[in-house]
């Protein structure tokens, strides 16, 4: 029955923030853009993150877009609330404070208003309770669990480079713990390097070809200088901890450092790359601190349970109670905040879809065709994601600039046979517009049409010309 109900819980959960968050977000966030172009090019890795960003996204080709964007997301917090559960239970022998981590969630935006702008934190959301969980497994019940870790670990450290920092001290255990060294006489770990290996060497080629240029880009967003704002940061992370431990406390728990061997070594693979990244940030300013601890807050309370001694016989009603009405009350100001369009939430980009569906008449009008390429300012990459046929930028990859979104196959023969849609600078009208990003790539490229319009990002910005210009296909 518990089971089941944990079932319920978090299927219910992803499918009403699903068809929430479809019906009432204007628009998809620009890492939604990226991911689906990452997913075009297919390759072993992107300008920001591993392959399985984009792998991710490769169903968008052929669902709707939005609607898959949305629901990937909520799915995949829906499996990683569930690990979260096993987690706690695990550490704590207890389907109360299972139950308790698992509901400590809710008073987070991470599982749901914050993760929604992030195309690799929300998988790290869902594979991390299953990674931990399954070394925990490894260790302490059955070797075979270095199979189900290794795929997990090795998919995590393909979503984002930061899972790296567990695996490698997970790694570490081995070689240093009496207790997990055996695991060396185990055929079965050697099968379980060779499938993480398998699964993140392909990267480290493509790291290699493409200047590392995942790594540069993190570089350029980190500044080195004192951050004052760590303590703030941290604190707007983790702050269900405090009302989890005032449960707990008020329970007749206390926190304690665990005393089975696996608990403790599990805890210290968590704490101590949380305490490396934030000594960093707190030396280096950069305004990505927030994404890069969110997804830690997902391991927090099932560990926090896990360190709670004497196990409480009962826990008052009335925190269930809360911690369900906050998920209610989470999910509730969401759709009123959108739906009222509260500070522009409810029609923040809301003119970029009718502006693809425009552009997508224009060239059916023009030429009958679908539309294939298109290319100039940052308006230009928003029509691969919302015109139906996801027409492919004409961006080049370079390692020089390393640009979000490229084309890794692109050709000039191939935009010569399909022809191109153009979008200029906004705010830039035609007579002085010259497409030159895209005319520095293709030199050779005669356009066929040129048309101005007025484009409205949303209501509480101002209308400006855009200049459009149509490169006509072969015959």
Known sequence: MTRRLLFLWVLGYALIWTLITVYLDPAVP???????????????????NPWLVGVMMRPALWLPSNVYWYAAHFLAIAAGMAGTWLLARRLSGSDRLAWLALLTLNLSGLINVDIISYNDN??????????MLFYLLAITRNARWWLAFAVTAGLAAMAKYSSLAFIGLIFLSTLISPHIRSCYRRPVFYVALFIAAALIVPNLFWLWQHDFAAFRWVDSQIQAGLNPGLIITLLSVFYPLLFLGGMLYAGGARLHWPTPWAHRALLVIYLLPLLLISGWFL?????????WLQPFFILAPALMVGCARPVPECLARRYVVALFGAALVVVAGYAAVMYANI???????SGIIPFSHEMDRLWRDAYGTPLTYVGGDHLSQWLTFYVPSHPQTLTRWRNKTRPNVYNAHITYPQIVRHGALLVGKHGVPCSAETFGTVRRDWPG????HVRQIVFQEDPAHTALPLCIALVKPAP
């Open 122 to 131: 929300y998988l790290l959301v869902m594979l991390w309770p299953w990674m």
């Open 283 to 291: 030396l280096h300013d950069g305004g990505r601190l927030t994404e």
């Open 343 to 349: 500070a522009n939430a409810g029609q923040k980009m």
């Open 30 to 48: 620009y890492d939604a853009v990226e991911a689906l172009n990452w997913a075009q090019n297919a390759q072993w890795g992107s300008p920001k």
């Open 445 to 448: 490229l005669r356009i066929d």
